[in-house]
């Protein structure tokens, strides 16, 4: 997929999802009006941003875009979130975040234990 189809993609899809927050919002009940105000902001903005990116045009020339760089760090991210996302209810957030954060910048590659412990 070259790099002009992917932001059409991209920004038609944020089109799509702009206009389901817009719909969404409109059924919010009357007592919940600021928040339904905060949605159709958002929605605004989003459609902006994403009709900013359907007709921008990019500076390089269209070059096939790689979507996983590296295909292990990958498998180690979405295999970690679902095993997250497994474990919240048993742990509980806290201690599954703090096992989970450092437990994946390590997969990742990430060694300045500093960092890792500030982050987590």
Known sequence: MTRSSMNRFFAVG?????AALFYGANSFPDRAADAAR????LAG???VLS???????TPSPDSHVVW???????FFAVTG?????AVIPRLGFF???AIFMPLLALLLGYRRPLFIILGT
């Open 68 to 74: 996983v760089r590296s295909p292990r760090s990958f």
């Open 95 to 97: 201690p599954a975040s």
């Open 38 to 41: 905060y949605v159709f902001f």
């Open 45 to 47: 903005i989003f459609a």
């Open 14 to 18: 944020g089109l799509g999802l702009a």
């Open 81 to 85: 979130i679902v095993a997250y996302g």
């Open 51 to 57: 009709l900013v990116l359907l007709v921008q045009k």
